[in-house]
């Protein structure tokens, strides 16, 4: 750990004023302007002795990150929105990770980006991608083109999405599970429900939250699925490839559910996660190649604009069967 320390402190330089800026401007999110700001610096020469801290902060601060947001899930939530929730959320999971995988392919998109982009899309944005990232063994550039993919398609939806909503006649909890579940980020959940209507934001809010929660058996699977690709023997240890900060995840998340530590404690630990999020993002910056994120940028984007429309397309359908439009 001690050799970790110079390259972790180099990281928060660039952690802290993104923090502040994402504050500022919550629609663009503390994440994208700590990876911008990573970026940017990485051009310019540093000691060798930060590289152990700055991949400590981007692997290992990552996954710790995660455990800390399990403090402000709640369980309940699960119960308010019903089933009818839970078969639009299934169905547009199912849709994103279809959509990335089969445009990913014609794309030629390599299956790490493709995964990260399929499960910012059909699950959480930010978190999703930091969640899955270390399951995947992504690498920093992966995860640096899903960000700022998932970041494009947010900042429209806040704009998008309530005009259409308006157009179509959308009721408010048609709107809010709408938005709920085809709005990556929370922050761009919350700006566009409230800006449709009081009752649709908290909806669309608890959508999401509920949302998050797949982040779970995505992991699961994914890290199975990853073990079953990757392995070069008959030998299949479960032990070793289980992605065991999600089981850390969980037992925070019940934590809070349960309710036996203090609101203002569990509020100041998911507070922390993230702010870990934004100084893992910093480091992940540092070690992206910016003429490798330009000269590539844009079949990512195109593999997000197909998941993203597909995710909203679905949500609208399933939503007009069961009658909740």
């Given at each position: 750990?001690?050799?970790?320390?110079?390259?972790?402190?180099?990281?928060?330089?660039?952690?802290?004023?993104?923090?502040?800026?994402?504050?500022l401007f919550p629609i663009i999110g503390?994440?994208?302007?700590?990876?911008?700001?990573?970026?940017?610096?990485?051009?310019?020469?540093?000691?060798?002795?930060?590289?152990?801290?700055?991949?400590?902060t981007g692997k290992k601060i990552l996954q710790y990150s995660i455990i800390l947001l399990g403090f402000e899930m709640n369980l309940f939530?699960?119960?308010?929105?019903?089933?009818?929730?839970?078969?639009?959320?299934?169905?547009?999971?199912?849709?994103?990770?279809?959509?990335a995988w089969s445009i990913g392919k014609l794309l030629a998109l390599d299956r790490c980006t493709t995964t990260l982009i399929g499960a910012g899309t059909a699950i959480c944005g930010g978190s999703a991608i930091a969640a899955l990232a270390p399951v995947i063994n992504a690498e920093d550039k992966d995860i640096a083109f899903s960000i700022s993919t998932i970041f494009l398609f947010n900042v429209i939806a806040v704009f998008l999405f309530p005009f259409l909503g308006h157009l179509i006649g959308m009721s408010d909890t048609g709107f809010g599970m709408w938005a709920g579940t085809a709005i990556n980020d929370t922050s761009s959940v919350v700006a566009a429900g409230y800006s449709y209507s009081t009752a649709a934001g908290s909806y669309a809010?608890?959508?999401?939250?509920?949302?998050?929660?797949?982040?779970?058996?995505?992991?699961?699977f994914f890290a199975v699925l990853t073990a079953r690709c990757n392995k070069k023997s008959s030998n299949f240890n479960f032990y070793k490839i289980f992605p065991w900060f999600i089981l850390w995840f969980i037992v925070a998340s019940i934590i809070n559910t349960i309710g036996i530590i203090p609101e203002s404690i569990t509020h100041l630990l998911g507070s922390a996660g993230k702010f870990c999020i934004i100084l893992a993002m910093s480091a992940i910056g540092l070690n992206t190649n910016l003429h490798s994120l330009v000269k590539n940028g844009f079949r990512p984007i195109l593999l997000g604009l197909c998941c993203w429309f597909a995710v909203a397309a679905v949500s609208l359908v399933v939503q007009h069967v069961l009658g909740l439009i």
């Open positions: 750990m001690h050799n970790n320390i110079r390259g972790i402190l180099y990281t928060f330089i660039f952690a802290i004023p993104a923090y502040f800026l994402g504050n503390g994440p994208v302007f700590a990876i911008l700001l990573g970026i940017l610096a990485a051009g310019f020469k540093r000691p060798a002795t930060f590289e152990p801290g700055i991949k400590f939530n699960v119960l308010k929105i019903g089933s009818h929730s839970f078969y639009v959320m299934i169905f547009t999971l199912l849709t994103s990770f279809v959509v809010t608890i959508v999401k939250l509920t949302r998050a929660l797949m982040i779970v058996p995505a992991c699961v």
